[in-house]
Nanobody
Framework: QVQLVESGGGLVQAGGSLRLFCAAS????????MGWVRQAPGKAREFVAH????????SYAASVKGRFTISRDNDKNTVYLRMNSLKAEDTAVYYC?????????????WGQGTQVTVSS
């Protein structure tokens, strides 16, 4: 089982940038596909970005494409989400998630989340 801990959230003005971190322990991250999912107050969880276990494939929600970048460093057991040109509507709790690579299905493991607040 893998444990995930997010960090890097905070308060930022619209147009600013933040970098989120997801540190994994318990298992080597190199065998997991990873993703970021967010949840705004009163709204359902929303997919943000995904990266394959090798890092060779990424995908993004339309609302963040071109502004956010997901990356990973398997040697450091860490996944990142670089967020640029932040908007008020990006305000949410951001969760890191993992699923075993090459296994069909949804994310299996979740972090506790980190709050991102964008002031307009």
């Amino acid at each position: 089982q893998v444990q995930l801990v997010e960090s890097g959230g905070g308060l930022v003005q619209a147009g600013g940038s933040l970098r989120l971190f997801c540190a994994a322990s318990g298992r080597a991250l190199s065998t997991y596909d990873m993703g970021w999912v967010r949840q705004a107050p009163g709204k359902a969880r929303e997919f943000v970005a995904h990266i394959s276990w090798t890092g060779s494939m990424t995908s993004y929600a339309a609302s963040v494409k071109g502004r956010f970048t997901i990356s990973r460093d398997n040697d450091k057991n860490t996944v990142y989400l670089r967020m640029n040109s932040l908007k008020a509507e990006d305000t949410a709790v951001y969760y890191c998630a993992a699923k075993r690579a090459l296994v069909a299905g949804n994310y299996e493991y979740w972090g506790q989340g980190t709050q991102v607040t964008v002031s307009s």
